[in-house]
T-cell receptor, first 117, second 113 residues
Framework: GAGVSQSPSNKVTEKGKDVELRCDPI?????LYWYRQSLGQGLEFLIY????????KSGLPSDRFSAERTGGSVSTLTIQRTQQEDSAVYLC???????????????FGPGTRLTVT | AQSVTQLDSQVPVFEEAPVELRCNYS??????LFWYVQYPNQGLQLLLK??????LVKSINGFEAEFNKSQTSFHLRKPSVHISDTAEYFC???????????FGTGTRLQVFP
């Protein structure tokens, strides 16, 4: 079956512009995560959607970052007024909704490489 | 707060040699532990995980990791590496209350012929 897909695969934008990154999770997966992979910072958690619960936004680096998940499926990560330090690969992952005893495997998409010039 | 430390940013090794990639974690609560692998130009894939039970877990391609609670470690080992094992390896933890993963900075394993 289809895996997690992300678009665009590459995005080059000018400093100060807004960007939207899209994630299509695996069908039936109720949990969705965004991570950022950058040089020197490794992989950082950004935000987590789980079913109908309020999202865990604890990893968002600033108020320029926001994300939404429409209809419990597709998610969009928005970065406003981009800065050069936002340049990174943004990864999306999805999973079935785990329990305290059984966390389900997260399946990662190929990522969106964002370059801010 | 939880954290993961991967002490080696790069590990060069010759083919058929053994390898150990080190991972230490810090947490005040029980955790689940994972190793993810990222092959060149590919996405992250789960390699193996420790949830409970036997402290030694194995992957299908010959890697194994042992959970050591007293040393807060989850080192990854393979007795004989192959060229195709060249990749970046990430250790991660999640706690019992959330499913978000906290990753280490990664170890690049380079296998030479």
């Amino acid at each position: 079956g289809a895996g997690v897909s992300q678009s665009p695969s590459n995005k080059v934008t000018e400093k100060g512009k807004d960007v939207e990154l899209r994630c299509d999770p695996i069908s039936g997966h109720t949990a969705l995560y965004w991570y950022r992979q950058s040089l020197g910072q490794g992989l950082e958690f950004l935000i987590y959607f789980q079913g109908n619960s309020a999202p865990d936004k604890s990893g968002l680096p600033s108020d320029r970052f926001s994300a939404e998940r429409t209809g419990g499926s597709v998610s969009t990560l928005t970065i406003q007024r981009t800065q050069q330090e936002d340049s990174a690969v943004y990864l999306c992952a999805s999973s079935l909704e785990g329990t305290a005893w059984v966390p389900y495997e997260q399946y990662f998409g190929p990522g969106t490489r964002l370059t801010v010039t | 707060a939880q954290s993961v430390t991967q002490l080696d940013s790069q590990v060069p090794v010759f083919e058929e040699a053994p390898v150990e990639l080190r991972c230490n974690y810090s947490s005040s609560v029980s955790v689940y532990l994972f190793w993810y692998v990222q092959y060149p130009n590919q996405g992250l894939q789960l390699l193996l995980k420790y949830l409970s039970g036997s402290t030694l877990v194995k992957s299908i391609n010959g890697f194994e990791a042992e959970f050591n609670k007293s040393q807060t470690s989850f080192h990854l080992r393979k007795p004989s590496v192959h060229i195709s094992d060249t990749a970046e390896y990430f250790c991660a933890v999640s706690d019992l209350n959330t499913d978000k993963l906290i990753f280490g900075t990664g170890t690049r394993l380079q296998v030479f012929p």
